[in-house]
């Protein structure tokens, strides 16, 4: 884990749409709850620019938050967020308490590197089509990665990357995978342009167009 994240909150008497609204317009604060663990769940407030401040980084959605309520302190992931449709504003957050010792299951976002200096793009004139954005991973919340890299250096055309061909850190395991072999979802992939004519290495045409003036085709 290579971020901390600190979140300071108060505990919220008020509750319901009403009392949620004037929160938000009156106070700048955001209304949330947090839950899980033998703990009852508790309604909760941040200020709104703290947490938007965290969200600008991609890691905040997928590590472990300290949250301070009050004198306590308590380890948990975001879980859900609520945003207004139109307007840079949170509505509603939850968080789940988490404990260090046991597993969690949270979406990771994929990072693709070396995409303009990929073999089956820069080399063979194809196109990368990208089949998954995140990947749901189970671990330790002390081993989650802020990302996982998806190297796209030497991958060639008509080549697909699946979750198998994915580096993993240690400790860190694929909940696709777990449920076996069949589950191996493919990633991502390089695809020949339509109308692009792709040449092997001697430099002839993989496709020969036909009917070209001049040359009656084999039979």
Known sequence: MSEDFVLNAVLREDAGKGASRRLRRLEGQVPAIVYGGEKAPANIQVPHKD???????????????TLKVGGDSETVLLKDLQRHPAKPLVLHADFIRVSMDKEVTVNVPLHFTNEEACKGVKEQGGSISRLMNDLAITCLPGDLPEYIEVDMLNVELDQIVHISDLK???GVTSVDLSHGEDHDNAVVSVNKLKGVAVEDEEGTEAEAEAGEEGETPAE
């Open 51 to 65: 947490l938007l401040k965290q969200l600008e980084n991609e890691a905040f959605y997928s590590h472990v938050i």
């Open 168 to 170: 993993l850190p240690a």
